[in-house]
């Protein structure tokens, strides 16, 4: 099969149609029915069955999409760096952020590190941990910066601090004399759990193991700053990164250290076959610093 003929069966099977097709590819009806008469007789197979005016694939289309949707995303890949080349340039630094740096911490060192460049723009999107590699090898970002990043023969990291869990509660939760807080203090509360795959994920849960404890969890949600917003709100209490808890502090809340401590590392990530501008790495420098500082407060 030909690349056209791979788009025009993805189109059809996807879409259910041939109208549907011909107007998500932009193009004329007869034109795609055309490719598709011409591709089943080439594979001498029949793709799809008209039943009730509806096309409906045949048990060989579904095998078919299965090899074909995948060779479809490679190509959307493909047309994805190729896009991010032409719009990339020295100037111009794409940011790939982990949604609890993004609240506070990249936003204070965007406006620093323009405070001495005004005339760099950025590309900012927010990613999560399984997403640092692909990002990087699409050109989507050139530098991700998120928490202990996956190892990979391609990736090159560098660690910029040291950050920590904390538990947040509503305000009058805890005793005023508590400074600290250990797993078991909540083991009777109701808690907003956080169902992230990835380091933090995973620090949480050896946690809870190894405090042989099982929590009344109330609610599950997949990011840290979403829990932080239902504890304010009074739903129960979390654990979240220090990030996040210092991004949506308010006077309704209050935050505990946990000991013993649970402490992750925050890095930059890039490809090792693509190194870093003297922008990019000012740039990592920046973010360093300004991590550095918070942990100091």
């Known amino acids: 099969m030909r690349l056209r003929q791979i788009e025009i069966f993805h189109a059809v ?27 089943e007789s080439q594979l001498g197979i029949k793709l799809f069955d008209l039943v009730r005016g509806r096309l409906v694939p045949t048990d060989e289309a579904h095998t078919l999409f299965r090899e074909v949707d995948e060779v479809f995303h490679r190509v959307s890949s493909l047309q994805l760096t190729a896009r991010n080349l032409r719009n990339s340039g020295a100037g111009h630094l794409r940011v790939g952020i982990v949604p609890s740096l993004g609240l506070e911490v990249l936003p204070e060192v965007i406006a620093r590190f323009r405070a001495t460049n005004p ?28 928490y202990d990043p996956p190892v990979h023969p391609r990736l090159t990291t560098r660690k910029l601090a040291s950050a920590k869990l904390v538990v947040i509660a509503p305000k009058g939760t805890f005793a005023a004399s508590r400074s600290h807080l ?31 404890i099982d929590f009344r969890e109330v609610a599950s949600v997949d990011t840290y700053y979403i829990a932080a917003a239902l504890v304010r709100h009074g739903s129960g209490v979390a654990i979240v990164d220090e990030f996040t808890a210092r991004a949506m502090a308010s006077a309704d809340v209050e935050l505990f250290p946990l000991t013993p401590e649970l402490t992750f590392g925050v890095h930059a990530a890039w490809l090792e076959d693509r190194p870093l501008s003297k922008l990019a790495l000012k740039l990592v420098d920046l973010m360093k610093a300004t991590l550095r500082k918070g942990a100091e407060m």
């Open 13 to 39: 099977y996807a879409n259910g149609s041939i109208s549907a097709a011909a107007r998500a590819l932009n193009v004329s009806q007869p034109a795609v029915s055309k490719v598709l008469r011409h591709t």
């Open 119 to 146: 005339e760099v723009t950025f590309d900012i999107k927010t990613i999560h941990h399984s997403d640092v590699l692909r990002s990087l090898y699409e050109r989507e970002c050139d530098i991700a910066f998120g």
């Open 182 to 212: 250990t797993v078991a203090d909540i083991r009777e509360m109701d808690l907003i759990g956080v169902s992230s795959s990835g380091p933090i994920g995973d620090i949480v849960a050896a946690a809870h193991a190894v405090a042989q």
